[in-house]
């Protein structure tokens, strides 16, 4: 049982791996709805990539809480979890981003290929996220309640709901993730939320009481209530919802 922790973190990795696998696969094509012709990155590959994003934030859980009910904690186990983390909620997102604006370029009038430094912003999610969890492995000690900088799997599964909103494309979202221009703020928020000195509640608190996870019932509450009318609309609100309640519930550090 005292490698269960590790298994769990290198589950999350392999999920990270096979996302990056999906993604890469990926081609765009040009979908019609409505007579509203617009770019889709990639088919079933991309929609797997976000399928195995989502798992690998599952076993990244569960290695932090079989960590804590074993009462199994180790150097080594801490950087792995970093390793994977970065991986899988880095750079698999960074190939969902890399993927879409080089499809927003592509579908732009006489375009016959796509210079890398116009696509490369994309991996500053990768770049930001590792910086993100250097600075945590150094102040965890600091962090039990609530993290500074938003952490790198909530960016992560973001990200990762945008080939959902590219095929879907409720409320003409998909259409909107393949200007360039949207895709590069998207990119600089997110990379400065990460290494920002704003304080992110934990989704899964130390102590379960209605003081403590009020914030978790907003967002759950919301998403359920909101998806029969926004459908796969509702990923980005309750993104949205998680940055907003962040600035107003601040728990006390232990």
Known sequence: ????????????????????????????????????QYWVTGTEQAHWGAVFIALAAVFDMLDGFAARTLKIFSPIGKDLDSLADVVSFGVAPSMILYKMLWASYMGEAGALDVDMMLVSPAFLIACFGAVRL??????????????????????????ATFPILNWFNPYGMGDMLHNKWVLYLVIAILSWLMVSKIRFFKFLPSKFSIANIWPQLIIIVATAGLYPILKYGVLPVAFILYILLSFIYKPKEA
């Open 134 to 159: 250097a600075r945590y492995n150094i102040s965890a000690d600091t962090q039990s309640s609530s993290f500074t900088g938003m952490p790198i799997p909530a960016v992560g599964l973001f990200i």
């Open 1 to 36: 049982m005292k490698h269960l922790p590790n298994l769990l973190t290198l589950a999350n990795l392999f999920c990270g791996c096979i996302a990056i696998a999906y993604i890469i696969n990926a081609q765009p094509f040009l979908a019609d709805v409505n007579g509203v």
